[in-house]
């Protein structure tokens, strides 16, 4: 069993020790926990991925309409927001570690829920399912902060990308399975498109177990430890926004992520099926789906670099231009192009991926640390409750007006993003270490 609290070693090497052994134990301890984020972060994205694969399909297989498969995935993000919360205060009390393993304990029980459903044959228990199985996709986004705790404010958006990118390998090795666990789910009397979720489950237990074994330190208690006794030896305390106070810098990293969230899931989600309708093939839809979230997260390290060396801001107003390329390339590429919708998705991937990690950046730039996980889990309630309504909103469009129109009005509401972050004051988000600079 696991506790909140720091272990022996943790107290010993941190407890009165002078400020150069104190930045000893903070990079040793973030090399530590990268390397076990990374390793749970390459499971996890295997589950978030089948999700995305199949599920508006399996939803469309079961109930035989294509205006409501969108509620698949509005569920989804529903059940990431209130995911969110938890983890988020979870950690908050007791460290990363329990919230994170929570969370994904709760996506694997999610994911043989959907199982379940689609061996019942009742869209009830899917939609109940599917609603759970999104603590998973929250605990997939919440680790990126885990990340980022004892990283210095020059190399945040780094730390990001480092946890962000893990998810690539199994985000794009999951959609390459949907043939083979198909087959394997067919083979055990399990309907055909469930067979991914057979993934998800077994991936999101196993990164759970990763979390709890081995992210020792927690990253947030040794944080805080660490800041205790700059505090308590130099004055040197956080200068950076306090507990119920938000700025204008928070307020725009948080809209940058909220409006690439609704814009990516909305597309995204109904790709599939648009696809499918021009008669391509789930192995289709499932090599389009895999290059779109290598583009969420093989990028990272870059756009990591890019938001460190040229702003916060820079790169997001570079994610609205992004994700209006994107919608406008999906829009008009042919239904029966794999192709050049590939290219449309890589880009709107790549268009998230800019718009989550200088928003990331912004908001933890702006955070006091005291209350961080508590607000962070709040924020990704924001991210997960737009991904509802872009999710649900996407079916009920394409139903009425086609997926062109979709895809233009995604691209176009990205741009929303560009006078907001350019409204905000160079400077307004001064970071850990003072370093106002980073929110140019």
């Known amino acids: 069993m696991t506790t909140g609290a720091p272990g022996p ?15 000893l134990t903070r990079l040793r301890a973030q090399r530590r ?14 589950g978030l991925a089948a999700g995305v694969t199949v599920g508006a399909l399996l939803a469309q297989d079961m109930l035989g309409s294509t205006s409501l498969t969108g509620v698949v995935s509005a569920l989804s993000t529903a059940g990431s927001a209130l995911a969110a919360v938890a983890v988020g205060r979870v950690s908050q009390a007791r460290g990363r570690r329990p ?10 029980v999610g994911s043989v829920g959907v199982v379940a459903a689609a061996v019942a044959g009742s869209p009830a228990l899917l939609f109940a399912a599917m609603f759970v199985y999104g603590a998973g996709v929250a605990t997939n986004l919440q680790a990126r902060y885990a990340g980022a705790d004892l990283a210095t404010s020059a190399g945040r958006a780094r730390a990001v990308s480092t946890v962000l ?18 087959d394997l789910a067919h083979g055990l009397g399990i309907p055909y498109l469930a ?15 990763v979390l709890t074994v081995w992210l020792r330190p927690d990253p947030l208690l040794l944080a805080r430890t660490l800041e205790a006794g700059r505090a308590d030896g130099t004055g040197e305390a956080r200068t950076g926004s306090t507990a119920g106070e938000r700025s204008p810098g928070m307020l725009a990293g948080v809209l940058v992520m909220v409006c690439t969230q609704l814009v990516m899931v909305a597309i995204m989600t109904m790709t599939p099926v ?12 499932g090599l389009v789906i895999g290059v779109h979230i290598a583009a969420m997260y093989l990028p990272s390290p870059l756009s990591g670099w890019l938001v460190d060396r040229y702003g916060r801001r820079t790169i997001a107003v570079a994610s609205a231009l992004t994700l209006l390329a994107a919608g406008i390339m999906a829009a008009y590429a042919p239904g029966d192009s794999v192709a050049a919708i590939a290219v449309a998705l890589a880009l709107l991937g790549l268009g998230w991926n800019l718009g989550l990690i200088s928003g990331t950046a912004i908001v933890t730039d702006a955070d006091a640390l005291a209350g961080r996980a508590r607000v962070q889990g709040l924020v990704d309630v924001a991210v997960a409750v737009a991904g509802a309504v872009g999710g649900l909103a996407s079916g009920l469009l394409v139903a009425a007006a086609g997926y062109s129109v979709l895809a233009v009005g995604g691209g176009v509401l990205a741009l929303a993003i560009v006078p907001v972050v350019l409204a905000v004051r160079r400077g307004a988000a001064p970071g850990p270490d003072g370093g106002a600079a980073r929110g140019r």
């Open 99 to 108: 919230g994170l393993a929570a969370g994904y304990l709760a996506g694997a």
């Open 195 to 209: 067979g991914p979720f057979l993934l998800a489950g077994a991936a999101y237990a196993v990164a759970a177990l």
């Open 274 to 285: 648009h696809m499918h309708d021009h008669g391509n093939g789930t192995g289709a839809s």
């Open 33 to 46: 926990v990268l390397i076990v984020l990374v390793a749970a972060q390459v499971l996890s994205g295997a």
């Open 9 to 23: 070693r943790e107290a010993v090497v941190t407890a009165g020790a002078p400020g150069g052994v104190k930045d």
């Open 165 to 182: 990118v893990a998810t690539t390998m199994g985000g794009v090795l999951g959609p390459g399975l949907a043939g083979v666990t198909g």
